[in-house]
């Protein structure tokens, strides 16, 4: 799926639901060997909106690594792994920054140059936490939400339990969920669908349209 790049994109309308405003889409990828570029080509539009929020979940260390060697080359984000042997110390550090990147996230503000060669401000750069589902926020022992703006599924949750944990732990009450779909997921995607009431739609090819 072809994804356009962004000049001045206009702030979203949001169409609240009768208990939430979140939305939920899915981006299709034909191939396995196609995901990772298909990715990277959706940082390249979402990963320019200056303080972003995003949080990608992976279902495994391997898919983690991978994702955050990808990201770290990427001059316009500021990337924070999240691991379940990171000192305790560490991983507040990171949640701390995160909270303070979604404090200064303004959906109104346009997206950066599209030239890397012009030189990102530390503070205008968007903000992602990489996490597998041992990582991200437990709360039921007392820790806070993330509140993401955006929430990537890069590896579809096999149950709707661990879809509707990831969205309750990483997600804002306004948040977006872009889930990444290959093959035969689409029968997975359906059922989260259908069982947990949710409508997820096809993503838009300008995602300035759901930012």
């Not at 992976?58 to 690594?65: G, H, N, Q, T």
């Not at 995160?98 to 890397?116: C, H, L, M, Y």
């Not at 007392?142 to 990831?166: D, F, H, M, Q, W």
């Amino acid at each position: 799926m072809a994804i356009d790049a962004i000049e001045a994109p206009s702030p979203p309308s949001l169409s609240p639901s009768h208990f939430s405003q979140q939305r939920h889409f899915y981006l299709a990828v034909d191939r396995l060997q196609f995901k990772m570029e298909t990715f990277m080509d959706l940082l390249g539009v979402a990963g320019r909106r200056p303080c972003l929020p995003m949080v990608v979940c992976c279902s495994s260390r391997d898919e983690l690594d991978a994702v955050s060697s990808a990201v770290t080359t990427v001059p316009y984000i500021s990337l924070a792994p999240l691991y379940t042997d990171l000192a305790e110390a560490d991983r507040a550090a990171i949640l701390e920054s995160f909270k303070q990147a979604t404090i200064r996230w303004n959906p109104e503000v346009g997206a950066q140059s599209a030239d890397d060669s012009e030189p990102v401000k530390e503070e205008q750069k968007s903000h992602m936490i990489v996490a597998t589902d041992a990582c991200i926020p437990l709360l039921a022992s007392g820790e806070s939400p993330i509140s993401a703006r955006v929430l990537i599924n890069y590896e579809l949750p096999a149950k709707k339990e661990i879809y509707t944990r990831r969205m309750a732990a990483c997600l804002a009450a306004d948040g977006i969920v872009i889930n990444m779909v290959v093959g035969g997921e689409v029968v997975t995607l359906k059922s989260i669908e259908e069982s947990s009431n949710l409508v997820i739609a096809e993503m838009p090819i300008n995602i300035s349209e759901i930012l």
